[in-house]
């Protein structure tokens, strides 16, 4: 299932201009989006409900914060919120997460941001 995810996230960027490669494997990033130089390092979840809990995936946050994040890029969170909003587009959310915060972030929708804000990162 995850996979489908997956690629409607792809369709979904390259319907915005970005040029996306999808990277398969449990604890590699997902997908690597590029557009006007600029390069999104990207980890797509699905959750069912309001709330996706980063906690439960403490190996990969914690290698994202390893290798990515302390080498100064940034990974984005694409959280797919299944069954949550009316149209494909609104039901996922973009988050970049602040590594430097104690804990394990939680991702809720009303927090995330809109496919057409992360382009503007």
């Given at each position: 299932?995850?996979?489908?995810?997956?690629?409607?996230?792809?369709?979904l960027?390259?319907?915005?201009?970005?040029?996306?490669?999808?990277?398969?494997?449990?604890?590699?990033?997902?997908?690597?989006?590029?557009?006007?130089?600029?390069?999104?390092?990207?980890?797509?979840?699905?959750?069912?409900?309001?709330?996706?809990?980063?906690?439960?995936?403490?190996?990969?946050?914690?290698?994202?914060?390893?290798?990515?994040?302390?080498?100064?890029?940034?990974?984005?969170?694409?959280?797919?919120?299944?069954?949550?909003?009316?149209?494909?587009?609104?039901?996922?959310r973009?988050?970049?997460?602040?590594?430097?915060?104690?804990?394990?972030?939680?991702?809720?929708?009303?927090?995330?941001?809109k496919?057409?804000?992360?382009?503007?990162?």
């Amino acid at each position: 299932m995850t996979a489908r995810y997956e690629r409607e996230l792809k369709k979904l960027l390259e319907q915005h201009g970005f040029f996306v490669i999808r990277s398969a494997g449990s604890l590699s990033l997902d997908l690597i989006a590029i557009k006007n130089g600029k390069t999104l390092l990207i980890e797509q979840k699905t959750v069912h409900s309001d709330v996706f809990y980063t906690v439960r995936k403490k190996e990969q946050f914690d290698l994202n914060r390893d290798l990515y994040h302390e080498k100064g890029l940034n990974v984005i969170y694409a959280v797919k919120f299944v069954g949550k909003a009316k149209s494909l587009e609104d039901s996922w959310r973009f988050f970049k997460i602040d590594y430097g915060a104690p804990g394990y972030p939680i991702l809720r929708y009303k927090n995330g941001k809109k496919i057409e804000e992360v382009i503007q990162l």
